[in-house]
Every structure is written in C-alpha cells, then in structure tokens.
C-alpha cells in the first residue's frame, strides 16, 4: 500500500508559467515532508521542506504547501524555467526514531521554452 | 566537497555473484540509509544505520546485507545476487537532531546502477 502518492506521471508547462506539483499521503504519523529533484544518472537533490506545524514553506521561486486535512501537499514554481526539468519526488517521515523518507513515485516535469 | 559519493556507479553480474556497493560520507553524518528506486516507483528504504556500529532492517531488506563499521562508511553487500536485485541503488545521509523540528534533508549519492543477468 503506497502511503505517498504522486498521481501524475508527467507535467508540461510553458516557461514563465506556474508548475503545480501535488502528493497525497495516508499515514497520519508523518510530520515532515520534503521534495526532491532528480536529474537522469544523479541522485535526488533536496529542493524544499516544511513540518507539520507550518503550512506554507517559500524558498525564492519554490513554495510548498501543506493541508494536514485533507493529507495533501503541492510544490508551486514560479515561474517555471527550462532547467526546472527533471522528476520531482514528494517524500515524508516520522520526525523520529529512523527519519527515513517514504517516497512517491515521482513527477516528470518538462518546461517547454 | 564530495558530500555523499558511491562506488561503483555500474556494476553487471551474474545469478549467485555477490559483491558490496560502498557508500561514503564526509560531513560527519550520524544517519546512513540504502534505497532502492525501480522504474516507475519510488525510492524504497532497504537498510539504514542510526550510527556506528548499528543497523537496522528497513521496507526491503531481503537478500542483503550492512555494515557501519566506520561513522563516515555504509556498505550493502549482495551474498548471492539475484535478477530481481537489478536497481538503481542510492546511499542518503543526515543530521541527527533532537527537537520538534529537525529540517534536516536526507543528502544522497548518484548512485550505482545493477545489472543482474
């Protein structure tokens, strides 16, 4: 059973435009929540975070944000660049014990120039 | 600044072939982590280490095997490979720290890619 789940395979958005990157989890125990990016023969890049007690986190054209409701987070970036490309992973852990990430199955992000 | 670096990047054996992919870090990380990614899925923890000396089984420990015997130093060794090991295999590091918020981001390697035929 996938407790992170990234529902679109793939995304393409013109350059200049805002990409919207969603991930819905189940486990109720996960309180930090991370998005990684990956290049093709590189491994995952840590973009941004946010914890369970925010539910917006920016870093300059990246934001992340958190609705503990509905267990759904997005990444937003504006705006979108060509080198923005890449397969973003959502990811999320318990803030303690082992602190091992629960990954998604990732999102093909193609930004057309 | 090497961060987090694997040996080897690509490696082809054979059915019952062992062999031990090395991961090695140098920012005095406390916490090493195996994954596996294979294709169209994500990352799936396979052993972890919470520091010197310890390990620990994680999602898919199945058919391998850690050892930590050096803070800076995580190997995942193969006793008798098997097709279905074929996988991206990426090592992680981080902090540990005490608190309600840590914010401390798992750093990974760029992997090493495994053909079992």
């Known amino acids: 059973d996938q407790q992170v789940k990234q529902n679109s395979p793939s995304l393409s958005v013109q350059e200049g435009r805002i990409s919207i990157l969603n991930c819905d989890y189940t486990n109720s125990m996960f309180d930090y929540f991370l998005w990684y990016k990956k290049y093709p023969a590189e491994g995952p890049t840590f973009l941004i975070s946010i914890s369970s007690i925010k539910d917006k986190n920016e870093d300059g054209r990246f934001t992340v944000f958190l609705n503990k409701s509905a267990k759904h987070l997005s990444l937003h970036i504006v705006p979108s660049q060509p080198g923005d490309s890449a397969v973003y992973f959502c990811?999320?852990?318990?803030?303690?014990?082992?602190?091992?990430?629960?990954f998604g199955s990732g999102t093909r992000l193609q930004v057309q120039p | 600044n090497a961060g987090v670096t694997q040996t080897p990047k690509f490696r082809v054996l054979k059915t019952g072939q062992s062999m031990t992919l090395l991961c090695a870090q140098d920012m005095n990380h406390e916490y090493m982590y195996w994954y596996r990614q294979d294709p169209g899925m994500g990352l799936r923890l396979i052993h972890y280490?919470?520091?010197?000396?310890?390990?620990a089984k994680g999602e898919v420990p199945d058919g391998y095997n850690v050892s930590r015997l050096k803070k800076q130093n995580f190997l995942l060794g193969l006793e008798s490979a098997a097709p279905s090991q074929t996988s991206v295999y990426f090592c992680?590091?981080?902090?540990?720290?005490?608190?309600?918020?840590?914010?401390?981001?798992?750093?990974f390697g760029d992997g090493t890619r495994l053909s079992i035929l």
């Open positions: 990811a999320a852990s318990v803030d303690t014990g082992r602190r091992a990430l629960t």
């Open positions: 280490s919470v520091g010197e000396g310890t390990t």
């Open positions: 992680a590091s981080s902090y540990h720290v005490t608190g309600l918020v840590s914010n401390q981001p798992q750093h």
